[in-house]
C-alpha cells in the first residue's frame, strides 16, 4: 500500500449535511452511498448527522442501506451524530435516543424494510472537565465519544479528563470566518497535549485541502489534512517533538516537504515506517469531519499522490 493510501486509509468522515456544503439529507446519502463504491473508498470513514436528523435519515437512506448482514461485505453504514453539549442534561435523553436507533437498525425484521447503519460514535462539546465526567456516565461501552474542546484554551486539564477512558478529543481546524481558525501554536498545543495523556484526537473543518494554503475565500491561511495527520503521526512516534517542531510541520505549503516513499514517510529528518503509520492512526490520529470528499480525492490526484480513475480501471 502506498504511504498516503495508509496515512489518509478511513480519514474523512464526511459532513455533507455541514456548512459550507449544506447539502438536503437525500443529497448527502446519496454521496455517501456513491463514496462507499467509489475507487477511494479506502479514504471514506463515517457519516456526520444531527440527532435531530434520525427521521430524516431513516426516510431517505432507505433505498441505499443494506438490507441484511447474511450478505458478506454488506456492512451497515457507520454513523457518528452530533448530541447535545456535554452541560447540558438533553445529552442523556440523546443516547438513549441513540440506543433505540441502534437496537431498531439491529432487528433483523425491520432492517429488511429500511436498511441497516449504527452509530459507534458520538461527537458533542465541553468546557469544563466535569462535564466530561458526567457524560461519560452515561455512554454505553459501544459508542465512542469525541469531546470538541475550545482550541484557545488551556486544554491540559479536559483532555486528562478523557485519559484512560472511551473517548477522544475534537479540535475544530476551520470555520466560515479567520476568527474561527486557531493558530498552528494553539494546534501544536492541543496535539503535544493529547499525546501526553494518550487522548486520540479527531479534527473538523476547513480541511478539504492537502497542505496550509490561503483561502480566499475566508480570507486567512488553512491549515491542510496532510499537515495534521503528518504532525500527528510523527508526534505519536516520537514523543519528544517540541511544540515549535510541530508548528512547523502545521505550516508547510509544499506537499514534496513530505515524501511518500516506498517504506514510508520522510518530513525532514523524521521518517515513518509503513507500520508506525498504522499505529498512529489507529491509537492516536483518528479522521476529520469534511462536508466534501471530492475535492480532497481531486487535489490529491492532481498533485499525483492517488492513482487517476483511468489508472484505477481494470
Not at 443494506?66 to 457518528?80: C, F, H, I, Q, R
Not at 441497516?116 to 465526567?133: F, L, S, W
Not at 473538523?204 to 499537515?227: E, I, K, S, W, Y
Request: aromatic fraction near 8%; glycine fraction near 6%.
Amino acid at each position: 500500500m502506498h504511504a498516503v493510501r495508509l496515512l489518509l486509509d478511513s480519514v474523512v468522515d464526511y459532513a455533507g449535511l455541514f456548512p459550507p456544503a449544506r447539502l438536503d439529507m437525500r443529497s448527502t446519502v446519496a454521496n455517501y452511498a456513491r463514496y462507499r463504491r467509489s475507487p477511494d473508498q479506502a479514504m471514506l470513514a463515517r457519516l456526520i448527522i444531527p440527532i435531530t436528523g434520525f427521521p430524516d435519515f431513516v426516510r431517505e437512506a432507505d433505498p441505499f442501506l443494506p438490507k441484511t448482514a447474511d450478505v458478506e461485505g454488506d456492512e451497515p453504514w457507520p454513523l457518528s451524530v452530533l448530541v447535545a453539549p456535554a452541560s447540558d442534561r438533553q445529552i442523556v435523553a440523546d443516547l438513549e435516543r441513540i440506543a433505540s436507533f441502534n437496537e431498531r437498525m439491529d432487528d433483523r425484521e425491520f432492517s429488511r424494510v429500511v436498511g441497516r447503519a449504527v452509530v459507534d460514535t458520538i461527537e458533542t462539546k465541553a468546557t469544563e472537565p466535569k462535564e466530561i465526567d458526567r457524560a461519560l456516565e452515561y455512554v454505553p461501552d459501544e459508542i465512542f465519544a469525541y469531546f470538541e474542546i475550545p482550541a484557545d484554551i488551556d486544554p491540559r486539564g479536559l483532555v486528562t479528563a478523557m485519559a484512560s477512558l472511551d473517548a477522544g478529543a475534537k479540535i475544530r481546524t476551520g470555520g466560515l470566518t479567520p476568527d474561527a481558525h486557531p493558530t498552528p501554536e494553539q494546534v501544536a498545543r492541543f496535539l503535544k497535549v493529547c499525546r501526553a495523556a494518550e487522548v486520540p484526537f479527531k479534527a473538523t473543518a476547513g480541511l478539504h485541502h492537502p497542505c496550509r494554503h490561503l483561502a480566499t475565500d475566508v480570507g486567512c491561511m488553512q491549515f491542510g489534512f496532510l499537515n495534521v495527520f503528518v504532525a500527528g503521526c510523527m508526534l505519536w512516534h516520537n514523543e519528544s517533538m517540541t511544540e515549535s517542531e510541530l508548528e512547523q510541520i502545521l505550516v508547510e505549503e509544499r506537499v514534496a516537504a513530505f515524501d511518500f516513499g516506498p517504506t514510508g514517510l520522510t518530513w525532514r529528518k523524521r521518517f515513518l515506517r509503513f507500520e508506525d503509520i498504522a499505529v498512529a492512526r489507529e491509537r492516536f490520529a483518528h479522521s476529520f469531519g469534511s462536508c466534501s470528499f471530492d475535492e480532497p480525492i481531486a487535489e490529491l490526484r492532481a498533485l499525483g499522490l492517488l492513482a487517476t480513475t483511468e489508472e484505477i480501471a481494470p
